[in-house]
């Protein structure tokens, strides 16, 4: 199968984001203006987030995400890909991407007991 058959299979278990901790995202575009990017952490997995941004994105870009709260202390920076875009409304698009690697267990444990994220796969 060639590689971008796989590129479009859904990464599972994804998690929701709990409402109570709130995380700062902001994105660093590599390749593009404008530079940086604040968003909304929609889910998250091990593999990739979905987020959304009032900047429409492109496919294949080169990011870096930072998720930040500072009350929790939680700090995580991740290179990642844009798989996908969507526009969901008006000024707000929605993109999933793949991060270089993997989430390590330990950090993904972090966010759920920091109550970044809930258990709910989704």
Same mark, same amino acid.
């Given at each position: ?28 575009? %590599?390749? #593009?203006?404008? @530079? ?7 889910? =998250?997995?091990? *593999?990739? $987030? ?30 990642? %890909?844009? #798989?996908?875009? @969507? ?7 929605? =993109?999933?991407? *793949?991060? $270089? ?22």
């Amino acid at each position: 199968m060639s590689g971008s058959y796989w590129q479009n299979i859904p990464r599972r278990p994804r998690y929701a984001v709990n409402d109570a901790g709130p995380i700062e995202v902001h994105i660093e575009r %590599l390749d #593009r203006e404008p @530079r940086a990017i604040v968003g909304q952490l929609a889910d =998250f997995s091990r *593999q990739g $987030a979905q987020v959304y941004v009032r900047t429409p994105m492109m496919k294949e870009e080169n990011i870096i995400l930072h998720l930040e709260n500072n009350s929790t202390g939680v700090n995580l920076n991740r290179r990642a %890909l844009v #798989r996908w875009i @969507r526009q969901v409304d008006e000024d707000t698009w929605a =993109f999933g991407c *793949q991060f $270089a690697e993997d989430v390590p267990f330990e950090l993904l444990g972090e966010l759920f007991l920091n109550r970044v994220l809930t258990t709910d796969e989704i």
